[in-house]
């Protein structure tokens, strides 16, 4: 070992050339000065561990990113790349949005379809499946105004429209919601569309149109076969508040 250019072994001075080596030999009993081997081991150690943190890292991102998007990994990572350039398409976004869908990323999903909203050719399609997405998510409101700019720009879809129409009877939009269910029904009058039916008469009832459910059920029922006990039970309901509104 060497202090100040004196062998800390025997006490005998060092020639200043031989202190600019990495490692400082004494000429006069062969002790040599460990200090820098030290502070090499050091910095290489400190080397290693920069290198297993930033391994550690990136493998625990890796295996989150993998457990996100399972098989669509790859892909994921590839339209992710394409969006932050700026450089991604309408078809990239749709693909990004189903994929989101398919591992229920709801949020992901919302995101995309968002942006596909700037395309003409993928605004119809995508406004009609956020309206949904928003419907299942109990974002109502936010689904209804989907839903309205949906049909306002032509939208044509019918289950679109019975969603449409239920939500809208269900915030109070009743006159809205009486012609959706009325455009449905109309679309398809070959047709018993129970569910359909069922939701529309329950809106009238609650909301004291109680001749208009009758006659509603009264209307399908003349479509004969099946349909001539449709609802039995609400039609009596009905039938008897009606006898007791005449008094």
């Known amino acids: 070992m060497t202090q100040y250019g004196i062998c800390t072994q025997c006490q005998s ?39 297993y943190v930033v391994f550690s890292v990136l493998f625990l991102a890796s295996t989150i990113h993998l457990l996100h998007w399972d098989k669509f990994s790859v892909e994921v990572i590839q339209l992710k790349t394409q969006s932050v350039l700026g450089l991604s398409s309408p078809s990239q976004h749709l693909r990004m949005a189903d994929i989101c869908s398919a591992r229920h990323h709801h949020d992901c999903t919302e995101n995309s379809l968002r942006k596909l909203l700037m395309s003409p050719e993928h605004k119809l399609d995508a ?3 956020l309206a949904d997405l928003q419907r299942k998510r109990g974002q109502d409101a936010e689904a209804i105004n989907s ?62 149109e109680l001749k208009a459910a009758k006659l509603l059920i009264e ?14 039970t609400e039609f009596e309901e009905i039938n008897r508040a009606l006898r007791l509104a005449q008094g």
């Open 13 to 51: 001075p060092i020639p200043s050339e031989r202190l600019l080596d990495q490692t400082v030999v004494c000429p006069a009993c062969g002790g040599t000065d460990k200090s820098l081997e030290t502070k090499e081991q050091l910095k290489l150690s400190r080397q290693l561990s920069t290198f």
């Open 127 to 129: 406004l009609a499946r």
């Open 147 to 208: 839903y309205s700019e949906y049909f306002h720009n032509g939208g044509q879809d019918l289950e679109a429209a019975y969603h449409y129409a239920r939500l809208m009877g269900q915030y109070g939009q009743v006159e809205g919601a009486k012609v959706y269910f009325e455009r449905i029904l109309e679309s398809r009058s070959d047709m018993l569309q129970i569910s359909v039916t069922r939701a529309y008469v329950q809106l009238l009832v609650d909301n004291g």
């Open 219 to 232: 209307g399908i029922r003349k479509q004969g076969g099946n349909a001539g006990s449709f609802m039995q």
